[in-house]
């Protein structure tokens, strides 16, 4: 894996389905061409992709991954658009995962779900590399400095950053690093890095992890001040989102 890997934490820390489902519940299509072969992979998890043709969609599923509580899915347009024409391996994917759908063959979900999957990572990867001018994370993991310190902070949350880590991390001097990262992402480091450390904290206190040991693994000083800067961002405290023993 490359050490400046823009992915793949966000997809080991939020939990990707793909399945299948009608156009009008679809969040994400691939539509074919005139000749009827793949054209176009459409992603939307926020926006009603039920404008076209029926006749002319090749796969319709469902997406979950994370929501809003995802910061790359909350980065996102609420239409995405891959053109696929004469990209033999992304055709072939979108054909192989149009046979399991139609086929309903023994362990046809799982294949679609792991298929829909690596289409989702294709697309993303097009829009990173594309870059874009809509402010926020996506903006971010597109410049080829800004992402190497996203991804420092992504992979070690815990670590005490300082402006100046990141800075050097991403090739930068720090007033430049500080400006361009307000600029593309939309919020300073510390807040980015701070929104992102509740963010796992959450996943970790849902899962009934101990207070203490996620305020220490994200950075906190004591679990009381990591319990206040939860709430402030929350609303409610760990102790109140933790799931309850059973019975």
Known sequence: MSRFDRLTTLMDRFSLSVHPAAVRDATLVVVSGPDGAPAKVRFGPQANLDDMP????LVSA???WGGAANPLVAALPELVELDVTGDRETTGLILLMQS????????SGSVVNRLGEVLIVRLLRAQ???????????AGLSDPRLSRAIVAMHDNPGRDWHNEDLAQIAGLSLSRFA??????????????????????????VLRGDRVDSIARRYGYHSPEGFARAFKKHYGETPVSVRPRPAA
């Open 179 to 204: 400006g361009m990262f307000l600029e593309m992402v939309g919020e300073t480091p510390a807040a980015y890095l701070r929104r992102w450390r509740l963010t796992l904290a959450r996943q970790d």
């Open 62 to 64: 469902e997406v979950d």
């Open 54 to 57: 029926v006749q002319s969609v």
């Open 100 to 107: 399991e759908l139609l086929g309903q063959r023994c362990g």
């Open 128 to 138: 990173i590399e594309a870059g874009t001018t809509r402010t926020g994370l996506l």
